[in-house]
Structure formats: C-alpha cells, structure tokens
C-alpha cells in the first residue's frame, strides 16, 4: 500500500523561503556527523573487466545491489562521462498531453547481453548494452481505468533461466514482471517474443491474468509495479493497491506462479482468513472484510534455503482500526515463507495494529557477515520509522537487539484499540522520533515561532501519538524515513548504505459529517474518504510560512551502518535545494540541504555508492568510507529510480532511468542514460 501517492505530491510545497535564505543556511553545505574511516583500499583502472550481468533488480534475489566491478573507483569516478542516451520515444506524447506523466522508476537488467528496462506503463525496451542502440521493444498493451488512484508504474523485470533447456532454445533465459491490470508476462530475453508455453493452459501463450478477488471498485485497483522474486522456477509476486478508500479492500494475498508454464502454484493472504493463531490477532469478529496487508515493495529469496521474505503493509484503512482490534498479524511484518508451499516459515510484527501507515516499504536485503567469529546469514528490514532491523533469516532470531516500549495511548476515536507498546531497536535508528516544540525549526526566529506554535497545537506525544480528531504529528513521516528506495550493502562487511527523509506529516481524523467525503483536497492538504469509517482523512506536511519544514535540515540524508557494530558510521545531506529555489523564488541557492527523493543506491567494490533519487535531476557518487561526494551530474530528467552497473567488452557502465516523477516536480523525459569512463581504445 504505497504511502507515495498521498504525501510525495506535497513534498515539494515545503523547501522553499526568501532570498535571504542564502545567508543564513549557507552553514549547512557541509553538514556531517561522525565519518569513521572503513577498511577500503584504493582501486586503480587496472586492466578491462570481463562482461557481467546484473540479472535482478538487486543484481542478487537477495537484493545486496552490490556489484564486484572497480573500473570506476574512488580515483577516476570523476573521469565519468556521459557513454550513450536512450529515449523511449514517449516524451512527445506525455507532454501533448497524449499519455499521462506516470513515475520513472524502472531499473534495468542486463542479460543475455541484452540491457532490459521497462517504462511505466509495462512495455519493454531491450537495448545494446554498448551502443545503447535498441534491439526490440514489447508492449502488452496495458488498459488502464481512469480514476487515477495510484500512479502506473514498472519497477523492473526479473530473469528465468530453464536449465534443463537446450543452450539456444527459445525462452531457455525469459524476463518476467507483472503489469497494472494484473497480468504476468513472460518472453524470450534475446528477441522479446512470448513464451509459448507459458500461459498454454489458458489459451494466452506468453501471459497470465491473476485473480484479484472480490471487492474491486475498478478493474485496476489492484496493480503489479514490482519486478518478481525469483526462488528456482518459482515467480512471487506482491501487488499494489489504492490507499484509504474503504475499509472492505481487495486482498493483499502474495502469488506465486510457475516460471515455466505460469501455473499458480501457492497464494498468501496476509490478513487471515481460514482461523489459526493469526486470526486471534484480529478481535472477536475476526477479519471480517478487511483488506490489503499487501506487500507493494520488492520482495527478496534464498533460493539455497528455499525462502521467500515478504514486507507487508498496513490493513485497510490505514488511520482508524476500531472494527480490527488486536495487533492484526500478518500485516506490517517481515514474513519468511516456504518459497515452494507459501507456509509461514517465521515472521516478525515490526508494528503492531498499525495506525499510522508504517508499513514495511523497502526491500528485505539478504547478507552474511561475521559476527563473534561465525558467519552469520541476516536479512535487513528498512522502515519507514527509519530504524534498521536485523535478523537471522533461517530464524528470525533478532541479530539488532529490539524491545517493546510502552507508547501514547490517549485517542479521541469511538472504540479505538491501541496496542500498549511497539518494537524499538535499541541501535540503528537514523530519523529523530517525535517532534517537540522545542525541535521547531526555522531560517528565522518568526518562521520558528510559527512551526513552534503548530506543534503546540497539535498532538506530538512522540512517535506512535495515535491519530485524532485535534491533528497529530507523524515524524518519521509515512514517506519515511526510508521507503522504497532501500538499501545496498558491501558483501561480507555488514556495511549499509541508505537515504533517508526527515520531514513531519500531520494526520487529521475529519468526522465525516463535517466534510465532502469526494474532497481531494488541493494545494499541500489531501483528503481520503475512508469508507466504511465515521471519518475523513487529512493529510499535509508541517511548514512554516517560507514554505521550509519545520523540521531541522538536511532533509534528505545518505547514512552508512554498521551492522555488526551496530552504530551509524556517516550520515551527509543528499540533494541541493538550487534547481527547485530557482524555478520557485528565481534564485538559485546552491545549498546541500536535502530534497524529497524516490529511488536507492548501488554499491560497487571500487568503494563508491552511487544515487540519484533527489530532486535536483541529479545522480551522485559517495565515498563508502567516509561519506565525501565525489562525483555528480545532470540528468537530462528526473531521476526517482536506482541505478545498476555492469561491465561490456572491457568497460564499465553505470545506467539510471531518468524519466522523472509528477510528485517531486523533476524534469520530465523517457530516458535511460549510460556513463562511462573515457573509451581509452586499444
């Protein structure tokens, strides 16, 4: 259940004061805390790398995003240059206003020596990796409705290889990803035609369509924006559903299908239905109607072991949860299932009845590293509370120690519930916890004061102050901390990279008799109708009178973790405010300050992270061991995705989609663009 739609539309309303803002935040450029050097030696261009390939979103199914290549290093990465750019030829119809301007967010895969990405809308670019020249392209000639409750999005596809396939059979290497009516598709890696097998039984060769389940209101109200996890021959797919619009909601149930033949192998729903220990976590009533418990992130496999991780999300809706009493297993949990059956192998609630849509939206990432002298196999769950979690993934026995503090339990709401304590961990939290007025922040001492007498006015009993009628600060905001862009981490070492947002939200429980329950809202306030509820929700971003957050700056942050010492090692500001002080107040102020952001990093063992996400139509490389910016670009748009590298006859590429983001107010375009080092011959 994505959180972006209702806050990412009114990030950017918030960064912008006066002229004078140069002055006075000008002390921010060089904002650090703590850089502690790590044990990285310098790479040299050395000789040419052999060809790789980056064959799953996360390079690994476990989703490390970790890449061996150390062409580019620490030493030449600002050597970098631009090598090839791609346009998907669909620019000139979104700015006519013949297409919609959906999200960019695709990171391509690199197989059979053939660059796969995807735009929006489901349709596949296929490209030389050297030249990027095109080879083929597929549509699956997607049918949207037009009710625009979420956005169409295509995060990626992920790579099948048959082995029992003879080596030039067709579809022996096939990409598969779902779409946004609920299809899975599946073609051949090298030329794009369908697999005819696939789908056979249901007389549609190359596709499935997947049942969403009863309680639709419209046909896509239930949408696939994430590439599969992949576990052997077996596809397992999350879905997306609409936020907040009523509380009967289409299922969240997780499937998984046979790469080969496309067959539904397993279904789970996270919300409960046929009795058991989860069941009694739902009140007397059990489940009822309730839905979603979804995992609209990416999901992560041990194929080794046969396990399957699923973030779940929040149940429907997300600020009232009176008729759902109880901490409402499975939902907002790091579920381990049998990768081959769909069984709850282990899981852990990391909110317990969520009131607050805290749901799980990143990646689970799956690392071993050395701990006490033994190898240990973890797996690591980002939140949007900004608190990292670690866990043993044959277990889940907590790697990170986590307790239950007691949190606020005063509600206005009729027949509210509330869960008497939620987990902490004691280490790794990398966003503040709660807005006082005293943390009021601001460029002067009145705009401080404003922001200082809202917080007065509002609920900020701390994190978990349960949402009300009189208005509640949410920091971490349901943006995050962290969301969907994740994390990466250096194989062995337990070193995690991570962008962060530190912004606060304000949730409103609007008694539904005082408001038009059709109201959208406008401007910075967004209005849901929660049906089924005796209330509307609002939403908006805590800002003074400039426009700025209340909160203190940076507002956008990369960190580095150590996860075995379990203590932040870095944390610097990531994104500058001068392209977006420019198109608002006409004067660019090239300040490191943050900005909002959608999309992750890349980590590479020349040393260097790199990420675009930001506002400012950047992407940027940072040093592992010390947080430095070394490197940055422009991009010809905005680029709210993740990068991916590989190497191709002799030559590593770093590649981002830059096609920009309607939410941030990022230059829009259709791009995928390569960087290089200088072609230095033969």
């Known amino acids: ?10 990030l950017i309303v918030v960064l912008f004061g006066a002229a004078f803002v140069y002055v006075l935040a000008s002390v921010l450029v060089h904002w650090n805390s703590g850089t502690r050097m790590l044990p990285y030696e310098q790479a040299e261009l050395g000789r040419p790398p052999a ?22 290093n620490r030493g030449n990465v600002g050597n970098l240059e631009v090598a090839w750019v791609y346009q998907a030829g669909e620019l000139d119809a979104i700015l006519a206003g013949h297409q919609p301007f959906n999200p960019w967010e695709s990171t391509p895969v690199l197989v059979e020596d053939t660059l796969i990405a995807c735009t929006p809308t489901g349709r596949l670019l296929a490209l030389d990796p050297v030249t990027g020249e095109e080879r083929w392209t597929f549509d699956p000639s997607v049918s949207f409705s037009p009710f625009g409750h979420t956005f169409v999005k295509c995060r990626g596809v992920s790579t099948y290889v048959d082995d029992s396939a003879a080596a030039d059979a067709l ?7 779902g779409t946004g009516d609920l299809r899975v598709f599946a073609v051949d890696a090298r030329t794009g035609r369908r697999c005819p097998g696939f789908g056979a039984a249901a007389g549609t060769p190359g596709e499935v369509q997947l049942d969403p389940g009863p309680n639709l209101q419209f046909h896509d109200e239930v949408q696939i924006h994430a590439p599969p996890a992949m576990a052997g021959h077996v596809a397992v797919f999350g879905s997306t559903l609409a936020d907040n619009l009523q509380v009967q909601a289409p299922s969240g149930m997780i499937r998984a299908v046979d790469a080969r033949s496309g067959e539904l192998l397993w279904t789970f729903d996270p919300v409960p239905r046929d009795g058991g220990p989860a069941a009694a976590t739902w009140g007397p009533d059990g489940t009822g109607t309730v839905g979603a418990g979804n995992a609209w992130s990416l999901l992560s496999t041990d194929p080794e072991n046969e396990l399957v991780f699923v973030p779940t999300t929040s149940p429907s809706v997300d600020l009232v949860g009176n008729y759902r009493p109880g901490d409402n297993l499975y939902t907002d949990s790091l579920v381990a299932l049998d990768s081959n059956t769909g069984e709850v192998r282990w899981h852990f609630q990391i909110v317990h009845h969520d009131l607050w849509d805290y749901d799980l939206p990143a990646q689970p990432i799956l690392t071993d590293f050395e701990r006490d002298g033994e190898r240990v196999p973890a797996v690591v769950q980002l939140t949007k509370q900004g608190m990292v979690f670690v866990f043993n993934r044959l277990t889940g026995e907590p790697l990170v120690p986590i307790e239950e503090r007691p949190v606020p339990q005063t509600t206005d709401i009729r027949g509210e519930w509330l869960s008497p304590t939620q987990p902490f961990t004691t280490q790794l939290g990398l966003v503040g916890q709660g807005l006082r007025p005293r943390d009021a922040w601001g460029f002067t001492f009145w705009d401080r004061s404003h922001c200082r007498r809202q917080i007065e006015d509002l609920r ?17 905001s349901s943006a995050g901390g962290m969301n969907w862009g994740g994390g990466a981490v250096v194989p062995d070492s337990g070193i995690l990279i991570t962008p962060t947002l530190h912004m606060a939200q304000v949730h409103r429980l609007v008694p539904r008799d005082q408001v038009n329950p059709d109201d959208q809202g406008s401007g910075s306030h967004l209005f849901f109708p929660m049906a089924g509820t005796d209330y509307v929700m609002e939403l908006y971003f805590l800002t003074s009178p400039l426009g700025a957050p209340c909160t203190e700056p940076p507002w956008a942050r990369l960190s580095a973790v150590d996860l075995v010492a379990g203590e932040v090692l870095w944390q610097v500001p990531l994104g500058s405010i001068e392209q977006l002080a420019a198109s608002r107040i006409g004067l660019p102020l090239p300040l490191e300050m943050g900005t909002p952001m959608a999309g992750g990093p890349i980590v590479t063992a020349g040393g260097l992270a790199f990420i675009a996400a930001t506002a400012d139509d950047r992407i940027r490389a940072f040093d592992i061991q010390t947080g430095q910016k070394l490197w940055e670009a422009e991009l010809p748009a905005g680029g709210q995705s993740t990068p991916m590298t590989y190497a191709a006859d002799g030559r590593q590429y770093l590649v981002i989609m830059a096609g920009g983001h309607p939410y941030y107010g990022t230059t829009q375009g259709d791009h995928l663009i390569a960087f290089a080092l200088e072609d230095q011959g033969d």
């Open 1 to 10: 259940m994505s959180n972006i739609r209702k806050s990412a539309r009114v």
């Open 460 to 476: 900020s009993e701390g994190m978990y102050t349960p949402p009300s009628t009189q208005g509640t600060i949410v920091f971490p």
């Open 171 to 177: 579809c022996r290497k096939r990409l598969l990803w």
């Open 51 to 72: 060809d790789t390939e980056w064959p799953h979103y996360g390079n690994n199914p476990g989703g490390e995003r970790y890449s061996g290549l150390d062409q580019i």
